[in-house]
């Protein structure tokens, strides 16, 4: 008994042995030495096939449970997405609602914002307007007012309500050439009431009406003796010197001053009454005579370019118009006319030249 359990061990060690090599599970195995310590007698056939049959087993389970872990895993997989699926579309809703809900707001905030914005808008485009109509008239006014003093100081003829009439008596002479300079320089028109006193200077009188003055008749002589003699002397000496004027400029003037002007004294020496004669009849040729209501004082006055100046400027401010009598064969008067017009361009005056229709000043004849 002992001899045979010794070959049992040997013969059950040699099938662990076998069955370990052959990959059969340590389970099998102390199953198989249970089952010899237990009595049961199985043969190494069987215990081959109980081996087995227990591969067969164990692959089985493994299989069941990796298709049923499969099985779970999609189950839950697809569970999984079926939540998803059935979260997404809300969390979309969700979203889009939510983000429809924050366009409508900001929508309605812009909306809003124009609308206050467009309500705002006529009144700042009113300020502005205002502001800018404010600005563009502050502008004019200033481009006007700094039209006005580049005017005045070149001396152009300002547009003041005063007017100013020059005339220049029995000319022309060496000092008239001066005086066209000055008259140019301010682009100030004169009128001058012409002479033959010094014939060398006879063409200046064309000069003159081509700077654009006006030129118009005194008398030819100037000589009161023959002037005054009779009606009839004084109407040849005047046509005597209209056809000079006439040469010079192309045409005769209908204009004139009396020597010593209408109110003169002087012509009772040679013939009582002849200055209301002449007005008369100078009314009935169509002739327009011009007198003065500012004196230049250089008549006999004085010889003071500044009092010449101090007696014109004296003299205008006295009057709305005025026809300033003064001569241009007088050097201290030329000299003073610089200073003269300027000052009255300066203070808004304006210079103009008489004409046959326009403005005239008639003395009380006293002879």
């Given at each position: 008994?002992?001899?045979?359990?010794?070959?049992?061990?040997?013969?059950?060690?040699?099938?662990?042995?076998?069955?370990?090599?052959?990959?059969?599970?340590?389970?099998?195995?102390?199953?198989g030495v249970q089952s010899f310590r237990s009595g049961e007698s199985l043969t190494v056939s069987q215990e081959l096939e109980q081996a087995k049959a227990q591969r067969e087993l164990k692959k089985e389970e493994k299989a069941l449970k990796k298709t049923t872990e499969k099985s779970t895993t999609h189950k839950s997989t697809k569970k999984t997405t079926t939540k998803e699926t059935e979260t997404k579309p809300?969390?979309?809703?969700s979203t889009t609602a939510k983000k429809t809900t924050a366009t409508k707001s900001a929508t309605k905030k812009a909306t809003k914002a124009t609308t206050k914005k467009s309500s705002t808008k006529p009144s700042a485009t009113k300020k502005s307007?205002?502001?800018?109509?404010t600005a563009k008239k502050a502008t004019t006014k200033k481009a006007t007012t700094k039209r006005s003093t580049t005017k005045k100081s070149t001396g152009t003829a300002s547009s003041g309500s005063k007017v100013i009439y020059l005339t220049f008596d029995d000319g022309p002479y060496q000092y008239t050439e001066k005086l066209l300079g000055v008259l140019e320089k301010y682009d100030v028109k004169a009128t001058f009431f012409v002479t033959n006193a010094y014939p060398g200077y006879q063409e200046l009188i064309g000069k003159e009406y081509r700077a654009g003055h006006g030129v118009a008749v005194?008398?030819?002589?100037?000589?009161?003796?023959?002037?005054?003699?009779?009606d009839a002397a004084y109407w040849a000496d005047f046509e005597k010197m209209n056809d000079i004027v006439e040469k010079q400029t192309g045409q005769r003037s209908i204009m004139f001053r009396?020597?010593?002007g209408s109110s003169n004294t002087v012509s009772k020496?040679?013939?009582?009454?002849?200055?209301?004669?002449?007005?008369?009849?100078?009314?009935?040729?169509?002739?327009?005579?011009?007198?003065?209501?500012?004196?230049?004082?250089?008549?006999?006055?004085t010889t003071s370019s500044?009092?010449?100046?101090?007696?014109?400027?004296?003299?205008?401010?006295?009057?709305?118009?005025?026809?300033?009598?003064?001569?241009?064969?007088?050097?201290?008067?030329?000299?003073?006319?610089?200073?003269?017009?300027?000052?009255?361009?300066?203070?808004?005056?304006?210079f103009r030249v008489l004409t046959p229709n326009g403005y005239t000043v008639h003395h009380g004849v006293n002879n």
């Open positions: 008994m002992n001899r045979l359990s010794g070959k049992a061990i040997a013969v059950a060690l040699a099938l662990l042995f076998f069955l370990l090599a052959s990959g059969a599970s340590v389970a099998l195995v102390i199953h809300s969390a979309t809703k307007t205002t502001k800018s109509s005194h008398t030819y002589s100037h000589d009161y003796s023959k002037v005054y003699a009779s009396f020597p010593g020496k040679y013939s009582t009454g002849i200055m209301s004669r002449l007005v008369k009849q100078s009314r009935e040729k169509g002739l327009v005579y011009y007198d003065w209501n500012v004196t230049s004082g250089d008549a006999g006055e500044e009092q010449v100046y101090k007696n014109i400027i004296h003299g205008v401010q006295q009057q709305d118009r005025s026809i300033v009598l003064c001569h241009d064969v007088k050097s201290y008067t030329v000299n003073a006319m610089d200073k003269t017009i300027a000052w009255c361009l300066d203070h808004g005056y304006s």
